[in-house]
């Protein structure tokens, strides 16, 4: 199944000069990437607090596009540019749990979604990381296979963002949105689970 991850590769590209503008400047991985979850936090916040006004869930798909960006480039800025470290490791795991936390919850003020539902997939996004990130302690590589993978879930909250901030009436049958993100999630850790086994095996 093809996913946005896949297009990672075009996207870093596009980023490259960037990066390495960022480099020269002596901007490191570790800051881009705790930048980001600031951000990402900071933006979650805004949005809590002014709910349920409407129009500050324009800043999801905004901020989502940024730190997708900004995601692409600490990860260049590590691999590329020789600033791989210990702690980056750390931080772009829970700097990226934090970050969706924060991003995905504030749906949750908004009808017909509940807040349950949004603790749901805020868990199983954390959950999925998690698996993705054993596959290493099991001899395997970092899995980041699909479906409802980080960039997959970014779209689909940076659009729901967006029809939410355009004052767009939001049907009752959209509750069923978070469920089936939910269970694709769930499919998710499956494969990350699966897939790492299978690779650690051979």
């Known amino acids: 199944m093809i996913t946005l991850y896949d297009l990672k590769p075009r996207f870093q590209a596009l980023l490259r000069p960037l990066a390495g503008g960022l480099a020269r400047a002596g901007v490191t991985a570790n800051q881009v990437t705790v930048a980001a979850a600031l951000g990402s936090v900071a933006v979650g916040m805004v949005v ?12 999801l798909p905004i901020w989502l596009f940024v730190r997708m960006a900004l995601n692409a480039l600490d990860g260049m800025l590590a691999r590329e540019f020789g600033q791989k470290s210990a702690l980056g490791a750390y931080l772009n795991e829970i700097c990226d749990v934090v970050s969706d936390a924060a991003l995905y919850l504030p749906v949750a003020a908004i009808a017909p979604f509940t807040p349950a ?12 990381e998690f698996a993705g990130v054993l596959g290493v302690m099991v001899g395997a590589s970092r899995r980041y296979d699909g479906p409802m993978g980080k960039s997959d879930r970014a779209l689909v909250f940076g659009a729901l963002g967006l029809w939410i901030g355009v004052g767009g009436a939001l049907p009752t049958w959209l509750a069923w949105l978070l469920p089936v993100v939910a269970v694709l999630i769930g499919l998710n850790i499956v494969n990350r689970v699966r897939r790492g086994l299978a690779e650690a095996k051979s």
Not at 48 to 59: D, G, Y
């Open 48 to 59: 809590c607090v002014v709910a349920p006004e409407r129009w500050p869930f324009l800043l």
């Open 117 to 128: 539902m949004a603790a749901l997939v805020v868990f199983l996004a954390a959950l999925s």
